[in-house]
């Protein structure tokens, strides 16, 4: 069971990321958890950082898709704003969610990637779609209610599955 957990890789966050050296890896597209990944949870826009990260991705010619479980109107307002498609209500970790967001892209597992803050949804959900998967920090501490009791779990995982991660790597 632990291996689905496992991430394929780890970073502080996704301006950590190096967008020119995931396509050079093979990487057509990314699906972009939103809440705590690209955005912090419950906020309304994008940071400038990463805006820019979001452009340096594009001038690589890496398709990006948001998947969240988030049904706000909120998810598709910040998608707008970062000029990215959005899968909403995705009910991660089941991965129908992450196809839809590979067909919206036309990637295929082995050329997409994931990177999302929990293990439990995003790095489980694309590990069992067999894509590569990057485990990055929650952007702030404030989350959904249920998201604060699965976060309780996680912990007891958590650096054990980045100390995996960096030996994968």
Same mark, same amino acid.
């Given at each position: 069971?632990?291996? =689905?957990?496992?991430?394929?890789?780890?970073?502080?966050?996704? !301006?950590?990321?190096?967008?020119?050296?995931?396509?050079? +890896?093979?990487?057509?597209?990314?699906?972009?958890?939103?809440?705590?990944?690209?955005?912090? =949870?419950?906020?309304?826009?994008?940071?400038?950082?990463? $805006?820019? =990260?979001?452009?340096?991705?594009? +001038?690589?010619?890496?398709?990006?898709?948001?998947?969240?479980?988030?049904?706000?109107?909120?998810?598709?307002? /910040?998608?707008?704003?970062?000029?990215?498609?959005?899968?909403?209500?995705?009910?991660?970790?089941?991965? =129908?969610?992450? $196809?839809?967001?590979?067909?919206?892209?036309?990637?295929? *597992? @082995?050329?997409? *990637?994931?990177?999302?803050?929990?293990?439990?949804?995003? /790095?489980?959900?694309?590990?069992?779609?067999?894509?590569?998967?990057?485990?990055? +920090?929650? !952007?702030? @501490?404030? @989350?959904?209610?249920?998201?604060?009791?699965?976060?309780?779990? @996680?912990?007891?995982?958590?650096?054990?599955?980045?100390?995996? *991660? *960096?030996? $994968?790597?």
């Amino acid at each position: 069971m632990l291996k =689905w957990l496992i991430p394929s890789g780890y970073a502080p966050s996704v !301006l950590a990321l190096n967008p020119p050296a995931l396509a050079a +890896e093979g990487i057509q597209g990314l699906i972009l958890d939103l809440d705590n990944t690209v955005v912090a =949870w419950n906020a309304s826009a994008p940071t400038e950082p990463v $805006r820019q =990260w979001i452009g340096r991705v594009r +001038e690589t010619g890496v398709r990006m898709c948001i998947v969240s479980n988030n049904f706000s109107s909120r998810t598709q307002v /910040i998608g707008r704003a970062l000029n990215v498609p959005v899968v909403a209500a995705a009910v991660k970790p089941i991965p =129908w969610g992450f $196809r839809r967001a590979m067909a919206l892209m036309g990637t295929r *597992a @082995e050329h997409t *990637a994931l990177i999302g803050d929990q293990v439990f949804t995003d /790095i489980l959900g694309g590990n069992l779609l067999g894509v590569r998967t990057i485990l990055v +920090e929650p !952007l702030s @501490e404030q @989350e959904f209610p249920t998201t604060r009791l699965v976060r309780r779990l @996680e912990r007891l995982i958590r650096a054990r599955v980045v100390q995996l *991660a *960096a030996r $994968r790597h």
